[in-house]
């Protein structure tokens, strides 16, 4: 049966037993760590910056949507936003597809050089 079993194995069960105690853990919790501050951290930070900026919206506003869409914002509510995309064109979108502001008469050059 030593062919099969190590000799040395059989003789020490009690050592191999034993936990791996508090230096075990420091790895583990190291790479959870990097993981919060590489991934969590971030997406924390664009979701505030994001709410924020859409609790900011007003009339007047040039937004861009999700889907690449320009338009000025001529009304608003709690889940919905009425973008002008031209004269007499107006959609309705959720507010949350607001992407991101854009610097005042960016919409109103887009304008002219349709035009």
């Not at 075990?24 to 590489?38: E, H, M, N, S």
């Not at 001529?74 to 936003?81: E, Q």
């Amino acid at each position: 049966m030593g062919f099969f079993i190590s000799d040395a194995m059989a003789e020490a069960p009690a050592q191999a037993a034993q936990a791996p105690g508090l230096a075990g853990l420091i790895l583990p919790l190291g790479i959870l760590a990097v993981f919060y501050f590489l991934f969590v951290m971030p997406q924390q930070k664009r979701n505030k910056e994001q709410k924020k900026m859409l609790d900011s919206l007003g009339k007047g506003a040039e937004v861009v949507t999700t889907g690449g869409i320009l338009g000025k914002v001529s009304d608003l509510d709690d889940s919905f936003v009425q973008l002008e995309l031209s004269d007499n064109v107006h959609i309705y979108v959720q507010r949350h597809a607001i992407a991101s502001l854009v610097p005042k008469g960016t919409y109103k050059a887009r304008k002219k050089a349709e035009k």
